[in-house]
């Protein structure tokens, strides 16, 4: 069974640029939570979707949005980057909102200069 | 406010040379709480799922134990391959499908050969 996939697996962008991130659950996931992983702050939860509605949100300001879609697949924008946000974008995924245990993808490096 | 506080923040261990990783936690009523092991440059992988003081669960050489106040990861005789970042986590009791996962900061273990 593949697991949870992400894209791209890296990106370089600008301050000040807008930039789209890409989730793709386990196959029979509905629920998709989105995660920012820095040195300093470590794991931080940015907000949660099932059946393409946001379930949860993260002390997170509103340039970080998201969306799911019917088939489940997840995207996260970020806009007006700052240099801040460079960060590891991880995204989770469990089978419905009953079940508590989320499994990750890979995540996307995301570098802003 | 949720908190998890993981000890020690690294640790190096001689191969075969057992010992034990801290989470302690304050949540106003623990619903689960989760080990992840993370490779560098990859996302956490799910270990273990504890959900009542008591509780134990093991896999291979690691083993996880939960208390009112504290989890621990006892690793029995580790391996170089076991070095990794080991994250904490926990899900605190509210709404239905109120899901937010709180994070440690992690302990890095290094076991040398």
């Known amino acids: 069974k593949a697991g949870v996939t992400q894209t791209p697996r890296y990106l370089i962008k600008t301050r000040g640029q807008q930039v789209t991130l890409s989730c793709s659950p386990i196959?029979?996931?509905?629920?998709v939570s989105w995660y920012q992983q820095t040195p300093g702050q470590g794991l931080q939860f940015l907000f949660e979707?099932?059946?393409?509605?946001?379930?949860n949100k993260g002390n997170f300001p509103g340039r970080f949005s998201g969306r799911q879609f019917s088939n489940s697949r997840s995207e996260m924008n970020v806009s007006t980057l700052e240099l801040g946000d460079s960060a590891l974008y991880l995204c989770?995924?469990?089978?419905?909102?009953?079940?508590?245990?989320?499994?990750f993808g890979p995540g996307t490096r995301l570098t802003v200069t | 406010e949720d908190q998890v506080t993981q000890s020690p923040e690294a640790l190096r261990l001689q191969e075969g040379e057992s010992s034990s990783l801290n989470c302690s936690y304050t949540?106003?009523?623990?619903?689960?709480l989760f080990w992840y092991r993370q490779d560098p440059g990859k996302g956490p992988e799910f270990l273990f799922t504890l959900y009542s003081a008591g509780e134990e669960k093991e896999k291979e050489r690691l083993k996880a134990t939960l208390t009112k106040k504290e989890s621990f990861l006892h690793i029995t005789a580790p391996k170089p391959e076991d070095s990794a970042t080991y994250l904490c986590?926990?899900?605190?009791?509210?709404?239905?499908?109120?899901?937010?996962?709180?994070f440690g900061k992690g302990t890095l273990l290094t076991v040398n050969p």
């Open positions: 196959s029979g996931h509905r629920s």
């Open positions: 989770a995924s469990r089978r419905d909102i009953s079940f508590y245990e989320q499994y």
């Open positions: 979707y099932f059946s393409e509605t946001q379930r």
């Open positions: 986590a926990v899900q605190a009791t509210g709404g239905g499908s109120n899901y937010k996962l709180t």
């Open positions: 949540v106003s009523g623990l619903r689960g």
